[in-house]
C-alpha cells in the first residue's frame, strides 16, 4: 500500500461548482497536511495547510483533516476556471524541520466556463 | 516564487555528461530540498540541506550529488547524466511559522 493515495482524476466541473478532492493515507505518524496546486509548467504553490485534525478556511478553500480514517479533503466553492490545475496532497510526521513531505501524485482539475 | 529562483531553466544534454543545476534564495532560510517530478511518481526527494555544508539524501538520490557552500544556493549535480534522470527538477525552501515548504518555478532536464 502505497503511504499516500490520490486520485489523478481528470475531474472536469462546470464554473460555480464546489470541488471535492481527496488523498488518503496509511501512516499514523502524519501530523501536518498540505495542498499544493500546480498550474501546467509552474512549480507547486502552497495553498492550504493544517496541523492534526479539524478543519481550516481561506476564502473559497476548505481543507479538512480526519486523522481517524486518515482521510484529508480540500474543497473549492464556487469553483473558477482560474482553478483548472494539478492539486496536491502532501503530508509529514515531523514538527519544526517539516524536511520530509510525502506527496500524492495529484489530481488534474479542469473548470469549465 | 517566494524568492526562489532556478537556473538554467532548460537544458538539453547529452549521456554521460556532467550536470549541475542552481537553486538561488533570497529568503534567508536554513532548509532547501531538490526534487524531481516524473509523470506517474509524482514529487519524490532527492536530496535536502538544514544548513550550509550540512546535506541529506532522500529517496531518489542515487546518481545525484549536491553542495550548500552558501546559505542562499544549493546546487544539484548529476555527475554522469542519463535518460532515466530526464525529469523536471524543482527547488524548495523552509520557512515561515510552520517551516512550510515554497517552491521554485523548475528546471527542465531533458538527457538524450
Known amino acids: 500500500q502505497k503511504e499516500v493515495e490520490q486520485d489523478p482524476g481528470p475531474l472536469s466541473v462546470p464554473e460555480g461548482a464546489i470541488v471535492s478532492l481527496n488523498c488518503t493515507y496509511s501512516?499514523?505518524?502524519?501530523?501536518?497536511f498540505m495542498w499544493y496546486r500546480q498550474y501546467s509548467r509552474k512549480g507547486p504553490e502552497l495553498l492550504m495547510y493544517?496541523?492534526?485534525?479539524g478543519n481550516k478556511e481561506d476564502g473559497r478553500f476548505t481543507a479538512q483533516v480526519d486523522k481517524s480514517s486518515k482521510y484529508i479533503s480540500l474543497f473549492i466553492r464556487d469553483s473558477q476556471p482560474s482553478d483548472s490545475a494539478t492539486y496536491l496532497c502532501?503530508?509529514?510526521?515531523?514538527?519544526?524541520?517539516?524536511?520530509?513531505?510525502?506527496f500524492g501524485k495529484g489530481t488534474l482539475l479542469t473548470v469549465n466556463p | 516564487d517566494a524568492g526562489i529562483t532556478q537556473s538554467p531553466r532548460h537544458k538539453v544534454t547529452e549521456t554521460g555528461t556532467p550536470v549541475t543545476l542552481r537553486c538561488h534564495q533570497t529568503?534567508?532560510?536554513?532548509?532547501m530540498y531538490w526534487y524531481r517530478q516524473d509523470p506517474g511518481h509524482g514529487l519524490r526527494l532527492i536530496h535536502y540541506?538544514?544548513?550550509?555544508?550540512?546535506?541529506d539524501k532522500g529517496e531518489v538520490s542515487d546518481g545525484y550529488s549536491v553542495s550548500r557552500s552558501k546559505t542562499e544556493d544549493f546546487l544539484l549535480t548529476l555527475e554522469s547524466a542519463t535518460s532515466s534522470q530526464t525529469s523536471v527538477y524543482f527547488c524548495?525552501?523552509?520557512?515561515?511559522?510552520?517551516?512550510?515548504?515554497?517552491f521554485g518555478p523548475g528546471t527542465r532536464l531533458t538527457v538524450l
Open positions: 502532501a503530508m509529514s510526521a515531523s514538527g519544526g524541520s517539516n524536511y520530509k513531505l510525502t
Open positions: 501512516n499514523s505518524a502524519f501530523q501536518y
Open positions: 493544517t496541523y492534526s485534525s
Open positions: 529568503e534567508n532560510h536554513r532548509y
Open positions: 540541506s538544514y544548513g550550509v555544508k550540512d546535506t
Open positions: 524548495a525552501i523552509a520557512g515561515g511559522k510552520y517551516n512550510e515548504q515554497f
